[in-house]
């Protein structure tokens, strides 16, 4: 079963577009939502993150929004830029768990100059 | 420098063979992974560990058995190479101790390929 859903599945934007990739969940026990970014023969990297107590999170030109009521959280990307061109993956965790991360399915962005 | 390194980097095995794949951090991190990535599926957990000498299955363990004999080596072994097998594995790291906020550290991967 996949506990985290993730879309699109690709994306293409301009430079300066907002791309916006999207993921929901399913276990409301969840408590730490994290974005990953990766590039071409290299593993993901950790992004941002943010936990249910807020309903947004800022760094820099990425911008997380999430709504508990729905489940659900985005990545934003202000300003896009052709080296934002990557794919991001959302994840899902608990605290006292091994530290598991259930990743979403992966979204492929590329940002055209 | 520091961080998550994964051997080797490529391999082609072939149909039944067995290979082991091994993951070393040098950050002293508690918790390891091992993650496997198919396009489309995203990062699914195989197994991991919480401390040296620990183990656990995550969501696909069939096929795969790990070891953590010493605290910064996480070893994956497949017995019997199979070619839904092929895929591109990453270890990844974390210090633990039950907050998951400080985020994992992943290795760059290691392509393989089961024919």
């Known amino acids: 079963q996949q506990q985290v859903k993730q879309s699109p599945q690709s994306l293409i934007v301009q430079k300066g577009g907002i791309p916006i990739i999207n993921c929901a969940y399913e276990?409301?026990?969840?408590?730490?939502f994290p974005w990953y970014q990766q590039f071409p023969g290299k593993g993901p990297a950790l992004l941002i993150a943010?936990?249910?107590?807020?309903s947004e999170k800022k760094e820099g030109r990425f911008t997380i929004s999430f709504n508990k009521s729905a489940k659900q959280f985005s990545l934003h990307i202000m300003d896009s830029q052709p080296g934002d061109s990557a794919t991001y993956f959302c994840a899902a965790s608990r605290d006292n768990q091994g530290g598991k991360l259930i990743f979403g399915q992966g979204t492929e962005l590329s940002v055209k100059p | 420098n520091a961080g998550v390194t994964q051997t080797p980097k490529f391999r082609v095995l072939k149909t039944g063979q067995s290979m082991t794949l091994l993951c070393a951090q040098d950050?002293?991190?508690?918790?390891m992974y091992w993650y496997r990535q198919d396009p489309g599926m995203g990062l699914r957990l195989i197994h991991y560990?919480?401390?040296?000498?620990?183990?656990a299955k995550g969501e696909v363990p069939d096929g795969y058995n790990v070891s953590r004999l010493k605290k910064q080596n996480f070893l994956l072994g497949l017995e019997s190479a199979a070619p839904s097998q092929t895929s591109v594995y990453f270890c990844?790291?974390?210090?633990?101790?039950?907050?998951?906020?400080?985020?994992?550290?992943f290795g760059s991967g290691t392509r393989l390929t089961v024919v």
């Open positions: 990844a790291s974390t210090p633990g101790g039950g907050l998951v906020s400080y985020g994992y550290t």
């Open positions: 276990n409301t026990a969840f408590d730490y």
């Open positions: 943010i936990r249910p107590d807020v």
């Open positions: 950050m002293n991190h508690e918790y």
């Open positions: 560990s919480v401390g040296e000498g620990t183990t």
